[in-house]
């Protein structure tokens, strides 16, 4: 049907004369055919009879004067069993090479919670991963922060945590690519395959090179996989979002092409609704949950930009890779003062978890002020008791490293997944001293200290 015609175009912004008595609505679709090409746009706002349209891609070619037709449905994805193990554009399309025979789809704006249905009172999401189940537990529905930058093991904990995931709960997880370049993008999926991970989730990606309404689009498409997972069948979904500052960036490219004015830095003044749209639609249910892991690119280094204090503000904690920690050989490499979560809480976890990750924060600090106090005087100047905590948090700082399953190919050593009572256990012990005659060389990359070797003593 013939909804009007387009009557100016740039490279996000296509506005149509709408005819009389036409009905439409934010967020339908709407197209044109110029010389044999389709052209879709999705509508932003309604002024009067002129239609502000966002393009989904290149509109070279575009011309005013066409006429333009609706589509039935808004951007719609693929809402079935049918999204395990394939890979999406931010449109809902397939882009895997393999064709899919769709069996029902639905908006990638539809919200199903209600403030009754959401659940808040989650149990822990036990990962398996001794740095992260210790320091930074996990509730299901959390939305945590994942910073670090290149060669620190992002992708590896991503992949393991994927991995680990399905390995106890059974439950798929949607990775989210949010102005991927191409190329990054690509060796991702393969990895996921060599990993025989892709067929136990779901992947949208928003490439670099698109456009900003692309990459925008994303992220709602993702929601609305994951969405299906927790809603329809009742899992413990892990969405992955790479990364949540471009989402933003995309949303301020758009705004300004629609001649709306700015906030400061250049950020549009829709960026606080736009980024809370997003994160309350990451939540737990009595039958299942939505648990994220959102990274986040801080501009210039600066964590007090807008934008990335927006994101904080909804976020349950982080976890920090750092390149410190990785150069001394320790993976994960997570920097445990700087990795925080809401459920290291007595009510959470228990007094017993709360008060070893006290007590072994505080080992850790007294060791790095220890370290250069050796490198002035040497060890021989310590205290007896002194001694006892630079050699005891070595250990501890050994224990929290972790043989990786997705990375056995690598490192030649089988992957482990480690119980949290056993990490408590063998914790508790480390800060006793009951393996004080122990090398600290037996504690690295092991699973719990049931496979240490007692007869090799220092």
Not at 61 to 74: N, T
Not at 256 to 267: A, Q
Not at 436 to 449: A, C, H, P, S, V
């Amino acid at each position: 049907m013939d909804v009007g015609k387009i009557i100016s175009v740039s490279e996000l912004n296509v506005k149509v004369l709408l005819n009389e008595g036409i009905k439409i609505n934010i967020h339908d679709v709407l197209k044109s055919i110029c010389e044999n090409i389709e052209y879709k746009f999705e509508v932003n706002s309604i002024k009067n009879s002129i239609a502000l349209c966002i393009p989904f891609d290149s509109i070279i070619g575009l011309k005013k004067g066409i006429q333009v037709q609706s589509e039935e449905k808004q951007i719609n994805v693929e809402y079935s069993d049918k999204i395990i193990g394939r890979v999406f554009d931010p449109y809902g399309k397939v882009i895997d090479s393999m064709p899919i025979e769709s069996t029902y789809t639905k908006s990638i704006y539809d919200k199903n919670l209600t403030l009754e249905d959401i659940n808040i009172n989650g149990q822990i999401l036990w990962t398996g991963i001794k740095v992260i189940d210790f320091f930074a537990p996990i509730q299901k529905g959390f939305k945590m922060g994942l910073l670090g930058g290149a060669g620190v093991g992002k992708t590896v904990l991503i992949k393991e945590l994927i991995n680990n995931v399905y390995m106890s709960l059974k439950s798929n997880a949607v990775f989210v690519g949010v102005g991927e370049r191409s190329r990054e993008g690509k060796e991702l999926i393969d990895e996921m395959k060599d990993a025989d991970l892709l067929d136990k989730m779901c992947m949208v990606f928003g490439q670099m090179g698109e456009n900003a309404s692309s990459r925008s689009h994303a992220i709602y498409t993702g929601l609305t996989c994951a969405e299906y997972l927790r809603d329809e069948k009742k899992q413990d979904v892990l969405l992955f979002v790479d990364n949540i500052y471009r989402f933003i960036q995309a949303r301020s490219e758009v705004s300004l092409e629609l001649k709306n004015v700015p906030v400061e830095n250049g950020y549009p003044t829709t960026m606080i609704s736009d980024v809370s749209t997003v994160e309350e639609r990451i939540n737990s249910t009595e039958e299942g949950s939505i648990t994220s892991f959102q990274a986040i690119y801080i501009p210039a280094d600066d964590i007090t930009d807008e934008a990335v204090q927006t994101v904080l503000t909804h976020l349950d904690g982080q976890l920090v890779l750092d390149r410190k920690v990785a150069e001394k050989g320790i993976y994960p490499a997570v920097n445990v003062f700087k990795t925080t979560s809401k459920a290291v809480d007595v009510e959470v976890i228990g007094q017993r978890h709360y008060d070893l990750i006290e007590q072994v924060l505080q080992y850790l600090t007294r060791y790095e002020e220890l370290e250069e106090i050796i490198a002035v005087l040497g060890i021989e100047e310590l205290s007896d008791q002194d001694k006892d905590i630079f050699y005891r948090a070595r250990k501890l700082r050994n224990y929290f490293t972790q043989p990786m399953f997705v990375a056995e190919h690598y490192t030649n050593i089988k992957g482990k997944f480690v119980n949290i009572k056993d990490v408590l256990d063998d914790v508790e012990n480390i800060l006793k001293g009951t393996y004080d005659n122990l090398y600290e060389g037996q504690f690295l990359f092991i699973g719990n200290l049931s496979e240490v070797n007692a007869s090799q003593t220092v």
